[in-house]
């Protein structure tokens, strides 16, 4: 054969594939939010978010999908934040002197607690990194669930065991509200929301968008009181985006009427209902928002979209909406834990059920591959595309695009490196065009 006459082709999927990397067999107890370590592994949480106070269970998980338990601790909250020390931290609603604690994971997996919660500074809801290296964190109030008013506040913490009361809040009558997490701008300023949600006051709503400086100035830029959106349900935390803006969700948790909505807040309190949710796209988003390496904000709700059973939705700064992704079973149902975005590039993230498959799913939705260049090399045909580490690729080919069964070259590749080459040492035909398809 004369290769020089030899016409190649190639085509890549393009379609955004979810994969299924985990199914738990623990019924009470799904996966919830993911941390990625310095070493490359997934640390998180077996816990279900509609209850507070119960067992629940730290695992870590290999890129792969292999899990392995690290321990059990009571009222564990989900969520684990990462330090400049390379461990994980976390929260407990209960546990310490029965007021909540901070615990430690180190990468080997080992599990230590590291400081205990008092009467004045209780129940934690979680963690989150900072910019300046210190831990951000905030506790609804006492430990019982009583109609008197409680005080919430936002601490700071840092590795050394040291905690430190940056700001107070008196509950505005219910306690059926809720403290977000606050997050750390570039300015060194905490911005966080404080919500009540109206479950016990029908017809009362409000929501109070602050900012705050680690040494306790603070500020409340914005008020939501009696909105629409706000008596909707809690606040999600909120997340920078790339305008510098912040960026959270209204869920649905006291109206489930709502399906919830997306809204942008300056950090000088310039707010903006950015998107509602119709149920058919999704509703009652639940983590905090996502922004990715392309500039845009990903996120979740736990129903609505085609099945009822959740949605993966992309947002855009200017409002630009596209749902990715209808939960229907095979990859999970319900989601509601954020995502994170890992170093492959890829963005992960849990589900609560599973529907037929087991109790709670961990995902990863991948971008496709796409074919970089086709060439000839000493009679063989080189084909290159787009990968991820640990990415298993299958390469298909057929000699015209009007015939409609493509044959298997290479069953399985698996990829080391952001991009991925094969070789067909002998094309048998005049014109061949290839595929690459990426495998569950």
Request: net charge negative.
């Amino acid at each position: 054969m004369f290769l020089g006459a030899l016409a190649l082709s190639f085509r890549a999927e393009a379609q955004l594939q979810l994969q299924r990397l985990y199914t738990s067999t623990l019924a009470s107890n799904p996966p919830s939010a993911l941390a990625q370590g310095n070493d490359g592994n997934f640390y998180g949480t077996f816990i279900h978010n509609n209850f507070s106070g119960g067992l629940g269970s730290l695992f870590r998980m290999t890129p792969a999908g292999s899990v392995t338990m690290l321990g059990s601790l009571t009222g564990l909250n989900p969520g684990l934040a990462i330090a400049g020390d390379g461990n994980f931290y976390g929260t407990t609603t209960n546990g310490g002197f029965g007021y909540g604690s901070i615990f430690a994971v180190t990468p080997a997996g080992q599990l230590l607690p590291v400081y205990s919660f008092g009467a004045t500074n209780a129940r934690p809801v979680g963690l989150r990194a900072g910019v300046d290296g210190f831990l951000y964190g905030a506790c609804r109030g006492s430990n019982t669930f009583l109609a008197a008013p409680q005080t919430s506040t936002v601490f700071q913490y840092d590795t050394n065991g040291i905690v430190t009361i940056l700001h107070s809040f008196t509950s505005l009558g219910d306690t059926r509200g809720s403290i977000a997490l606050p997050v750390q701008g570039t300015d060194g300023l905490l911005y966080g929301s404080i919500t009540t949600s109206g479950f016990s006051l029908p017809g009362y709503a409000r929501t109070v968008f602050y900012r705050l400086s680690t040494n306790g100035n603070y500020q409340t830029i914005f008020t939501l009181t009696n909105d629409a959106h706000s008596a909707s349900g809690p606040v999600t935390d909120m997340a920078f985006g790339p305008d510098g803006q912040l960026y959270g969700a209204f869920s649905v948790e006291a109206y489930p009427q709502s399906s919830g909505g997306i809204f942008s807040i300056t950090t000088n309190g310039i707010f903006t209902n950015l998107f509602e949710f119709g149920s058919t796209n999704g509703s009652g988003p639940g983590g905090p928002l996502l922004l990715a390496n392309d500039g845009r904000l990903y996120g979740t709700t736990f129903r609505g979209g085609s099945s009822g059973d959740g949605t993966l939705f992309r947002i855009s700064t200017n409002g630009e909406f596209a749902s990715l992704f209808d939960f229907k079973g095979t990859n999970g149902i319900n989601p509601l834990a954020p995502l994170i975005q890992a170093i492959d590039g890829n963005i992960y993230g849990t589900t609560e059920n599973s529907s037929a498959l087991g109790y709670g799913t961990i995902f990863r939705l991948v971008q496709p591959p796409v074919i970089s260049s086709l060439s000839l090399s000493n009679d063989a045909a080189i084909l290159t595309w787009t990968s991820f580490t640990n990415g298993i690729y299958r390469i298909d080919y057929k000699s015209g695009l009007t015939n409609p069964t493509w044959t298997t070259l290479i069953p399985s590749v698996t990829a080391i490196d952001t991009t991925t080459s094969v070789s067909d040492p002998s094309p048998a035909a005049d014109q061949r065009f290839y595929r690459v398809v990426l495998l569950p």
